[in-house]
């Protein structure tokens, strides 16, 4: 088990109108795991990443960085910024500069980089996301799906060891989905932590390593997905359970157990998989 | 948004911005050398077949773009030429300064095909680089940047607005259409307020601590588009200068 990179101890944090958004929150994310934050609109989980970002200073309780606080001075915001990066959920909100190149140049050279070095950065972050072809282009003239990936290659470009993307998913059609999983995947397989805020259980229960629910600004449960997601008391706060769980768990009613080497299917193409092993064991006994 | 479409479709896109602010700064240079209307026209017609013809800009887009100047334009040399007499009210044609009024009518009509010269072959990003080369104060340009930017979320964001208030009869009737637009109006700025504060935490959270610092792009041949630019510019220049 790979050891924590970002911990919260006791964090609280209430907005200047009074709402408490985090009420000593402890988490633990794990190094260059993927990690799903679940909960219901209004838990915290946005508050929870511009802690992460250093965007918000907490009132109480404390962050960690493997092993050191966060430092809330000019150099020390500057240092966690650049290992911790933000994707926000609006891309309309994040992109403010008139053409796609220079967006995602926009981070490294706040880094204070070498021209030389900024433009390898741009380039290799743009390749990772599949926008060369679209980086002379105007901001305004690029799709949703386009724009969040400028979006998260504006960020890859300041090289994070933390990539935090809030709802990346939101608005995506299921092909850009599957492309986006697909570079998360990519980024996480190089060494990267990922960390992401969702609302659909099915993604997490197959995708994510680890799951954290939260609950009115606290951690409700965290955890490997098939424990924390076949609670009741997390699907009650959900609405919902995982889809492949369901069904594994009706097919176990009537007798056909799924399980291989003790390892129950967590996505569709797994249990699609698993169903077809079971027919082909059955038809040949 | 037809200056916007000219200028990322152009022939010449891809040329750099420095070449085509020193052939537009050449023009307007050679439109005050103009001697007379017609030398003055020259540099019009020049400027103008260089945007039609060498950057193929649309005739029609360019008519278009150009029109609303060239209104004022017309307006401004009808009330050159006449003049109001106060003390025996009547309205004069001004006949002995028409000359004058011609020449500079025609010097600001080749002013005017220079400026539309750059903003119709060079989209605004490559306008703010050559600006800041030109060490233009930053808070301007960053401004700028924000202002284009911003330009097309609100106008998104307002017809965005509009639809859902037709979509419920909003606009129904003359009576209902000002107070959605009043509505409009007011959703409008609680909007860039708080898309403002968005932008704050957008750019703090790349680790921006004031002025907005972006890459250069490349240009290819540049060097050898800058002397194209810089020769033809000069010889315009120089042949207003030996007319006159």
């Given at each position: 088990?790979?050891?924590?990179?970002?911990?919260?101890?006791?964090?609280?944090?209430?907005?200047?109108?009074?709402?408490?958004?985090?009420?000593?929150?402890?988490?633990k994310i794990t190094q260059a795991s993927k990690t799903a934050v679940m909960g219901a609109n209004g838990a915290g989980k946005t508050t929870l990443f511009m802690h992460l970002n250093s965007l918000l200073?907490?009132?109480?309780?404390?962050?960690?960085?493997?092993?050191?606080?966060?430092?809330?001075?000019?150099?020390?915001?500057?240092?966690?910024?650049?290992?911790?990066?933000?994707?926000?959920?609006?891309?309309?909100?994040?992109l403010f500069s008139a053409c796609v190149r220079e967006d995602v140049s926009f981070g490294p050279m706040n880094l204070g980089l070498p021209e030389s070095e900024v433009r390898l950065?741009?380039?290799?972050a743009l390749k990772a996301v599949g926008m060369q072809e679209t980086s002379d282009k105007p901001v305004h003239n690029l799709s949703y799906g386009q724009k969040k990936r400028v979006c998260i290659a504006g960020v890859l470009a300041m090289?994070?060891?933390?990539?935090?993307?809030?709802?990346?998913?939101?608005?995506?059609?299921?092909?850009?989905?599957?492309?986006?999983?697909?570079?998360?995947?990519?980024?996480?397989?190089?060494?990267m932590t990922i960390v992401i805020a969702t609302h659909d259980i099915d993604f997490a229960y197959g995708w994510a390593d680890e799951v954290l629910v939260m609950q009115n600004g606290r951690l409700l449960a965290g955890g490997l997905p098939q424990e924390v997601l076949n609670s009741s008391e997390v699907q009650m706060e959900l609405g919902g359970k995982p889809f492949?769980?369901?069904?594994?768990?009706?097919?176990?009613?009537?007798?056909?157990?799924?399980?291989?080497?003790?390892?129950?299917?967590?996505?569709?193409?797994?249990?699609?998989?698993?169903i077809g092993d079971y027919s082909f064991i059955q038809r040949r006994t | 948004m037809l200056t916007e479409q000219s200028a990322y479709s152009n022939r010449w896109r891809k040329v750099s911005p420095i070449a085509k602010g020193i052939f537009t700064f050449c023009g307007i240079l050679a439109a005050f050398s103009a001697g007379s209307p017609v030398a003055a026209l020259?540099?019009?017609?020049?400027?103008?077949?260089?945007?039609?013809?060498?950057?193929?800009?649309?005739?029609?887009?360019?008519?278009?773009?150009?029109?609303?100047?060239?209104?004022?334009?017309?307006?401004?040399?009808?009330?050159?030429?006449?003049?109001?007499?106060?003390?025996?009210?009547?309205?004069?044609?001004?006949?002995?300064?028409?000359?004058?009024?011609?020449?500079?009518c025609s010097r600001s009509f080749a002013c005017l095909t220079s400026l539309l010269f750059l903003t119709l072959t060079t989209p605004l990003p490559d306008i703010i680089s050559l600006l800041r080369r030109c060490k233009t104060p930053e808070t301007l340009l960053d401004l700028m940047i924000l202002c284009y930017r911003t330009l097309f979320v609100l106008s998104?964001?307002?017809?965005?607005?509009?639809?859902?208030?037709?979509?419920?009869?909003?606009?129904?009737?003359?009576?209902?259409?000002?107070?959605?637009?009043?509505?409009?109006?007011?959703?409008?700025?609680?909007?860039?307020?708080q898309r403002s504060t968005s932008l704050q935490l957008a750019v703090?959270?790349?680790?921006?601590?004031?002025?907005?610092?972006?890459?250069?792009?490349?240009?290819?041949?540049?060097?050898?588009?800058?002397?194209?630019?810089?020769?033809?510019?000069?010889?315009?220049?120089?042949?207003?200068?030996?007319?006159?």
């Open positions: 088990m790979n050891e924590a990179i970002i911990s919260l101890a006791d964090v609280s944090y209430r907005y200047p109108d009074g709402t408490d958004a985090l009420t000593n929150c402890s988490i200073r907490p009132d109480g309780g404390k962050l960690l960085y493997r092993r050191d606080p966060f430092d809330y001075s000019r150099t020390g915001l500057r240092d966690i910024r650049s290992k911790i990066g933000l994707v926000f959920q609006n891309p309309d909100n994040q950065r741009v380039e290799e090289r994070p060891e933390v990539l935090v993307l809030d709802e990346p998913m939101a608005g995506l059609d299921t092909l850009m989905q599957m492309e986006l999983t697909a570079i998360l995947d990519q980024l996480q397989s190089e060494g492949v769980a369901e069904i594994t768990s009706s097919l176990a009613l009537i007798g056909i157990d799924l399980r291989d080497k003790g390892k129950l299917p967590v996505s569709r193409s797994e249990l699609l998989l698993a | 020259a540099v019009a017609i020049f400027i103008s077949c260089a945007a039609i013809v060498g950057a193929a800009v649309p005739f029609f887009i360019y008519l278009r773009v150009a029109a609303p100047p060239l209104l004022f334009l017309a307006a401004s040399t009808l009330s050159l030429s006449f003049s109001l007499d106060l003390n025996a009210p009547a309205i004069h044609f001004a006949e002995s300064e028409l000359p004058n009024i011609l020449h500079i998104e964001s307002v017809n965005n607005t509009i639809t859902a208030q037709s979509a419920r009869l909003g606009y129904a009737t003359p009576g209902h259409s000002i107070r959605s637009l009043g509505r409009l109006s007011a959703n409008l700025t609680m909007q860039v307020w703090e959270a790349r680790c921006n601590d004031g002025a907005f610092r972006f890459l250069e792009a490349d240009y290819p041949n540049s060097r050898r588009n800058i002397l194209i630019s810089a020769t033809s510019g000069i010889s315009m220049i120089l042949c207003e200068l030996a007319f006159s």
